[in-house]
T-cell receptor, first 109, second 115 residues
Framework: AQRVTQPEKLLSVFKGAPVELKCNYS??????LFWYVQYSRQRLQLLLRHISRESIKGFTADLNKGETSFHLKKPFAQEEDSAMYYCALSGSRDDKIIFGKGTRLHILP | DTGVSQDPRHKITKRGQNVTFRCDPI?????LYWYRQTLGQGPEFLTYFQNEAQLEKSRLLSDRFSAERPKGSFSTLEIQRTEQGDSAMYLCASSFGLAVADTQYFGPGTRLTVL
């Protein structure tokens, strides 16, 4: 079964410290992985996707097929990073995205 | 273009009533998705349209739910005989392209409360 697991409901990190939001997935095949973010009072929006191999707002995520993980990382947290982060996947033959339950990132001053 | 819009933003109804939500996608976006999000959960896929054709429906979409996109532009989601378990945020998203991996742009959502 397709599943996305985000083990942390809440992650508190001091400003300037490194951030790692964990995401593990279950999918039989080649998934496409995404991170979506929702800032306070804003809409859900795409942060990055693994096929782009890009860095957005200092965040990167590497797909590790051996560990079936797609952790989101940033070397130095900023206060504006406080938000809800959702890991998501879709399959190459699927037409839907499956979201994890989300992790709330709280950056402490 | 101000992005995806949804109407109403909030809806309170009594159990057993019918409700209808509207989603206006970004112009020229050919795909439109509906999701449901309950407290503490991520968005759950309900259904999607490619132009006016409804191509997939989730098992979450019981026979009390129906969605339309008659002219390939705006879409409506109707819930008949609402139940308290239908209380949730209903999100709409649109994208341009033929793949689910194309960037989906989300609306602000309609929060439904069933009393």
């Amino acid at each position: 079964a397709q599943r996305v697991t985000q083990p942390e409901k809440l992650l508190s990190v001091f400003k300037g410290a490194p951030v790692e939001l964990k995401c593990n997935y279950s999918y039989s095949g080649s998934p496409e992985l995404f991170w979506y973010v929702q800032y306070s009072r804003q809409r859900l929006q795409l942060l990055l996707r693994h096929i782009s191999r890009e860095s957005i707002k200092g965040f990167t995520a590497d797909l590790n097929k051996g560990e079936t993980s797609f952790h989101l990382k940033k070397p130095f947290a900023q206060e504006e990073d406080s938000a809800m982060y959702y890991c998501a996947l879709s399959g190459s033959r699927d037409d839907k995205i499956i979201f994890g339950k989300g992790t709330r990132l709280h950056i402490l001053p | 273009d101000t992005g995806v819009s949804q109407d109403p933003r909030h809806k309170i109804t009594k159990r057993g009533q019918n409700v209808t939500f509207r989603c206006d996608p970004i112009s020229e976006h050919n795909r439109l998705y509906w999701y449901r999000q309950t407290l503490g959960q991520g968005p759950e896929f309900l259904t999607y349209f490619q132009n006016e054709a409804q191509l997939e429906k989730s098992r979450l979409l019981s026979d009390r739910f129906s969605a339309e996109r008659p002219k390939g532009s705006f879409s409506t989601l109707e819930i008949q005989r609402t139940e308290q378990g239908d209380s949730a945020m209903y999100l709409c998203a649109s994208s341009f392209g033929l793949a689910v991996a194309d960037t989906q742009y989300f609306g602000p959502g309609t929060r439904l409360t069933v009393l």
